[in-house]
C-alpha cells in the first residue's frame, strides 16, 4: 500500500474517487471544460502539450480528471492512462464539421480498447454557441453514437467557455457511478 493511500485510510475519506480520463482532438475545448468544473478562470487557456490533471469534489465526490492532449503525435500515448477509468470523457469540437470523421475514428478505436470495455462514455459536443456548430443529436449520429450497445454513453451540448451543460454532464458521471456502487452491493449481497 502506497503512502498516500495509507494517509487517506487513517483520515478516512468522505469523498468516494472516480477517474475521469478527458480525452478529444486538438481545440475541442477539454482543458476548458476541466477548468470549468475547477471554477479557474478560463480566459486563458493554451493547448495541453502533455497532460494536466485536477481533483475536484463535486456532490459527495472527488473528481481525479485527467486531460490528455489531443494532438496527433500524442494520441498514441492515450492508451498509457487508460487502466481503472470510470469514466470517459470525449470532447467535440461541434463546430469543427471537417473533424468530426477524425473524432469519430479516434473515439472508436477508444471503444474498442480492452482496458475501456464497459467504461461509460460521456460526449460533449462543445462550443454550441457558434453559429456553424452541429447539434447534439447530429453529432451523435456523426458518432454513429446509437450503435455503442457495450456501454452507456450520453451525449451532452455545451458552451465550455460559458460552463453551460458542463454540470449536466458530470451530473450524468456521478450518476453512473451511484448505479455501477448499487449493482455492485447488490452482487455481494447475493453473493453472501
Given amino acids: 500500500m502506497g503512502l498516500l493511500a495509507m494517509l487517506r485510510k487513517l483520515r478516512g475519506s468522505d469523498h468516494q474517487e472516480v477517474r475521469i480520463l478527458l480525452l478529444g482532438l486538438d481545440n475541442a475545448g477539454k482543458t476548458t471544460i476541466l477548468k470549468q468544473l475547477a471554477s479557474e478562470d478560463v480566459t486563458q487557456i493554451t493547448p495541453t502539450q502533455g497532460f494536466n490533471i485536477k481533483s475536484v469534489k463535486n456532490s459527495g465526490f472527488s473528481l481525479n480528471v485527467w486531460d490528455i492532449g489531443g494532438q496527433r503525435h500524442i494520441r498514441p500515448y492515450w492508451k498509457h492512462y487508460f487502466d481503472n477509468t470510470d469514466c470517459l470523457v470525449f470532447v467535440i469540437d461541434s463546430s469543427d464539421k471537417r473533424r468530426l470523421n477524425e473524432s ?89
Fill in 104 to 192: 469519430g475514428s479516434e473515439l472508436a478505436e477508444l471503444l474498442h480498447e480492452e482496458s475501456l470495455s464497459q467504461v461509460p462514455v460521456l460526449v460533449f459536443a462543445n462550443k454550441q454557441d457558434l453559429f456553424s456548430s452541429e447539434p447534439p443529436d447530429v453529432v451523435a449520429s456523426g458518432l454513429q453514437l446509437e450503435k455503442v450497445k457495450d456501454r452507456s454513453w450520453q451525449i451532452q451540448g455545451c458552451i465550455a467557455t460559458t460552463g453551460e451543460g458542463v454540470q449536466d454532464g458530470f451530473d450524468w458521471i456521478l450518476a453512473q457511478v451511484r448505479e455501477k456502487a448499487k449493482r455492485k452491493a447488490q452482487e455481494k449481497a447475493a453473493k453472501k
